[in-house]
C-alpha cells in the first residue's frame, strides 16, 4: 500500500471517538495517510485535488458514529459525491474499509450502516475490504488512554491491530467484525445514566432529563 485516505465521517471536528480509532490506525500503519473531516471535505469534494485523492488512494478508510441506525448526513453526501466522480473516472479504484461506532453498547446496531458503506463500494465498482461495528462508543473513548493495555478495551484496539494489518495486506473479509467493551450491560447503562444527572446538575437541566417533546399526545 502506498496511498491511503481516512475520511473521518464524525460532524466533532475536536474530540470525537472516531478520531480516537484514526489516531490508534495512523500509529499502526507504516506510511502517513491522508485524514479529510467530513464537515470540511462537503465544501471541498467536488475540488479535483481532492477526488483525485481519494480515487486514486490503495486504500480508503471511512471512520464514522452511527446517527439513528444510519451514517451522518455528511457523510452520506460524501459518498454520492464520490459516487458521481468515480462514474466519470475509469480507473482503478481504492479499497474501502470502514469503522462505524456507536452510543448503545450493543456493537451490531453498527451492521446497517457498515452494509450502507458496503453498498457504496461495491455498486461504484471498489473492492470492499470489511467493516468494524464498535459498541460503547463513548465508554471507549473514556478509557482511550488505557486501549493499548489490557482492560476493558483491549479487544477494540486488537480489532485495530489487525484491521491495520489487514489494510496494509489489502485482505478482505466476507462478514463485518463486531466489537464490545468488556463490560457488563447494566454497568454501562448505569453509568450512562449517571453521565446524564451529572450533566442535568452541570447545566441546571435535570428535571428536563426525562422531557418527551416529541411524544405522541392523544
Ligand atoms: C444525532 C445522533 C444520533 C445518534 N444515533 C445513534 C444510534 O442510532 N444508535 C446508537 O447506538 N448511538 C447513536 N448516537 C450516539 C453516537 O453514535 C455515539 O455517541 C458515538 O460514539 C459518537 O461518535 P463520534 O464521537 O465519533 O462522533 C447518536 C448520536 C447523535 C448525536
Given at each position: 500500500m502506498n496511498k491511503m485516505v481516512i475520511i473521518n465521517g464524525s460532524p466533532k471536528t475536536v474530540g470525537s471517538t472516531s478520531s480516537i480509532f484514526i489516531d490508534e490506525i495512523k500509529r499502526l500503519l507504516d506510511i502517513t495517510p491522508i485524514v479529510y473531516q467530513s464537515t470540511q471535505l462537503i465544501l471541498d469534494v467536488e475540488n479535483s485535488k481532492v477526488m483525485s485523492n481519494i480515487l486514486e488512494a490503495d486504500v480508503l478508510l471511512f471512520v464514522f458514529p452511527l446517527y439513528v441506525d444510519c451514517i451522518p448526513v455528511s457523510l452520506i453526501k460524501i459518498l454520492t459525491t464520490i459516487e458521481q466522480e468515480a462514474m466519470k473516472a475509469n480507473e482503478k479504484f481504492p479499497i474501502v474499509y470502514a469503522i462505524s461506532n456507536c452510543g448503545f453498547i450493543e456493537a451490531k446496531d453498527n451492521h446497517l450502516a457498515l452494509d450502507i458503506v458496503k453498498n457504496f463500494a461495491t455498486s461504484v465498482g471498489m473492492l470492499w475490504g470489511y467493516g468494524i461495528g464498535i459498541g460503547g462508543g463513548g465508554f471507549v473513548a473514556s478509557q482511550s488512554k488505557n486501549m493499548r493495555?489490557?482492560?476493558?478495551?483491549?479487544?477494540?484496539?486488537?480489532?485495530?491491530?489487525?484491521?491495520?494489518?489487514?489494510?496494509?495486506?489489502?485482505h478482505m473479509k466476507n462478514q463485518h467484525v463486531f466489537v464490545t467493551p468488556k463490560i457488563p450491560r447494566f454497568m454501562y447503562k448505569f453509568g450512562g445514566n449517571l453521565g446524564w444527572y451529572l450533566m442535568g446538575r452541570k447545566y441546571g437541566t435535570v428535571r428536563s432529563l426525562k422531557t418527551r417533546p416529541h411524544a405522541y399526545k392523544k
Open positions: 493495555k489490557s482492560g476493558p478495551v483491549s479487544n477494540v484496539y486488537a480489532a485495530l491491530v489487525e484491521l491495520a494489518s489487514a489494510m496494509k495486506n489489502q
